[in-house]
């Protein structure tokens, strides 16, 4: 068993939930007794952080209590999380945590790394004696942010069907199966009515900021355009690029070349995708100036409602009666724009 602050600070792992399961207080316990008070305080915390600042945030270990709490909050977090119901709070609050899980992973030592891969099946080779750690090419495709440049594979040392990483690319590995194990869990658990009335305000809370921050992103216009008139397809897209999401490729492609159809400039695009967690500015205008033909001689067109469906990203549940009219996202936009133009 690892020790109590190593529980607190990765409270995903199998050995906190058995130590939770061993030592930890009834769930009834957990909700109502003044000793875990601050257990449910910090578990609000974790939830308010992920969604403000996208880390659920640090807090003193200095202490057995200290770090019990702490791990006790975790679970409450995600109990409250399943109560606010919301898709979008609930992708936010996994980046928090899967973010701080990354920040504390970069510290730790690589052998620990390879222990936390095993949790998440993320088969993995080292070589003390090198100091050279690979990972099945499968795990890697299965995590890696492949829409940067570094995380192509065609950028990377292959052997043997392992693939060469850092220290640092674990941890992201890391982050990104985290991330996905959270918004997984989340999504198919139920809400408990002890926890719905315990913290009844705190849930009316978060919801009413999700709606507020969601009203402030349709109304906001991104440079020249205005978001609420953006098709299904593109506001999905965008919205999980704000929430910070790992978006596939053809996805980020998809927008960049649809938001550059409406002459938005690259500096107007990126200040889309500069929410991310991992943004990284030099690396996303680099692909935007690719996309637009700003650095090549190529300026890409935006995928039309055909293509979009073959790679799966028209939200075909989502699709309102203007989709089932036109074959272009762009024609969608622009019908939109004239319908508000005629009515002024
Ligand atoms: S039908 Fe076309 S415009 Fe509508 S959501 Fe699908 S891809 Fe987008």
């Known amino acids: ?29 957990l909700l109502e007794n003044i000793l875990y008070e601050r257990a449910r305080t910090i578990g609000v915390e974790r939830l308010d952080n992920a969604f403000n600042k996208r880390d659920i945030g640090e807090r003193s270990l200095a202490t057995d209590t200290d770090c019990i709490m702490e791990l006790l909050s975790y679970p409450i977090a995600r109990m409250v999380a399943v109560c606010v119901a919301d898709n979008y709070f609930n992708k936010r609050y996994a980046l928090g945590e899967a973010y701080n899980a990354y920040k504390n992973l970069l510290k730790e030592s690589t052998e620990f790394l390879l222990d936390v891969s095993k949790e998440f099946n993320i088969k993995t080779y080292y070589s003390k004696e090198n100091n050279k750690i690979s990972v099945f090419f499968k795990d890697y495709l299965r995590y890696a942010p ?49 926890i719905n009335e315990t913290f009844t305000s705190d849930i009316n809370k978060f919801q009413n900021t999700v709606m507020m921050h969601r009203k ?11 978001i609420e008139k953006l098709p299904p397809c593109m506001k999905d897209i965008l919205s999980a690029i704000q929430a910070g999401e790992n978006v596939p490729h053809m996805g ?29 500015e030099d690396k996303t205008r680099y692909q935007v100036e690719h996309i637009t033909g700003s ?50």
């Open 1 to 29: 068993m690892q020790n109590l602050t190593i529980l607190a600070k990765y409270p995903f792992l199998t050995d906190a939930k058995k130590y939770i399961k061993e030592n930890g207080p009834t769930v009834n316990e």
């Open 146 to 194: 492949t829409r940067y440049k570094e995380w192509k594979m065609i950028n990377r040392d292959m052997e043997h069907g392992h693939i060469r990483i850092t220290h640092k690319d674990l941890a992201r590995l890391i982050l990104e199966a985290l991330r996905a194990r959270i918004n997984q869990e989340l999504s198919t658990r139920e809400c408990n009515k002890t």
């Open 216 to 226: 402030k992103i349709e109304a906001a216009p991104v440079g020249k355009i205005s």
């Open 252 to 280: 980020r492609f998809a927008l960049v070349a649809f938001l550059n159809s409406l002459k938005l400039n690259t500096n107007e695009i990126l200040k889309l995708f500069s929410t991310a967690p991992d943004y990284e």
């Open 295 to 344: 650095s090549s001689t190529t300026s890409y067109r935006p995928p039309g409602c055909d293509k979009m469906r073959t790679y799966g990203i028209c939200p075909t549940d989502k699709m309102d009666n203007l989709c089932k009219r036109i074959s272009h996202p762009h024609r969608y936009y622009i019908i939109k724009w004239k319908r508000e133009k005629g009515k002024k």
